[in-house]
């Protein structure tokens, strides 16, 4: 039972334009929410978060949006630049059970100069 | 910055028989997570442990085992290991379980089983 989903497996864009991942959720207990980048061969990176009460949070290039009724999240990159190519997760929590992370399958983003 | 550690990177071991991964937190960091990433799949969360006590446990097999020390660096034990544990182990920390702060991980263990 996949609970947070992110349905592209892969994403190429170029380099100054924007990239948009998306991530899906089904359980409505999720009230925190994460996006990691992953280089080969390092751990998970923290980008940004979002808690339930917000619907959006910005942090530099990055911004994440959050739409509590469609249980969806997607996280912008503006200008994309080469080095942002990675595999980015969502992740989510539920606040009162733990701090458990529930991670997405990953998104593979390629930025062509 | 001081990151988290884990060791070894690459760890290779045949069916049957043990493993000890170990994980050394952020300083001031008082909460460890662990997670098993399987090949082209996501993380899973494994395990936690907070001032030493377990305080989160997920999908985590009866013959693994873990525990944090009072150092806060934390190891996790696998035994009768199998061809399926094969995988990338990955150890977070936080600063405050209490306050949920953010994890950050560690660079993770390659375990290959043969």
């Known amino acids: 039972d996949q609970q947070v989903k992110q349905n592209s497996p892969s994403l190429s864009v170029q380099e100054g334009r924007i990239s948009i991942l998306n991530c899906d959720y089904t359980?409505?207990?999720?009230?925190?929410f994460l996006w990691y980048k992953k280089y080969p061969a390092e751990g998970p990176t923290f980008l940004i978060s979002?808690?339930?009460?917000?619907d959006k949070n910005e942090d530099g290039r990055f911004t994440v949006f959050l739409n509590k009724s469609a249980k969806h999240l997607s996280l912008h990159i503006v200008p994309s630049q080469p080095g942002d190519s990675a595999v980015y997760f969502c992740a989510a929590r539920v606040e009162t059970s733990g701090s458990r992370l529930t991670f997405g399958e990953g998104t593979q983003l390629t930025v062509n100069p | 910055a001081a990151g988290v550690i884990q060791s070894p990177r690459h760890l290779i071991k045949e069916k049957r028989e043990t493993a000890t991964l170990k994980c050394y937190p952020i300083?001031?960091?008082?909460?460890v997570y662990w997670y098993q990433q399987g090949p082209g799949q996501d993380p899973q969360f494994l395990i936690s442990f907070y001032e030493k006590m377990q305080s989160d446990k997920g999908s985590i097999p009866d013959r693994f085992s873990a525990q944090q020390f009072s150092d806060y660096h934390s190891e996790l034990n696998m035994s009768s290991l199998e061809l399926g544990d094969s995988a990338l182990y990955f150890c977070?920390?936080?600063?405050?379980?209490?306050?949920?702060?953010?994890?950050?991980f560690g660079p993770g263990t390659r375990l290959t089983v043969l």
């Open positions: 979002i808690s339930s009460i917000k």
């Open positions: 977070a920390s936080s600063r405050d379980f209490l306050s949920r702060d953010t994890q950050y």
């Open positions: 359980n409505s207990m999720f009230d925190y």
């Open positions: 300083p001031r960091h008082d909460t």
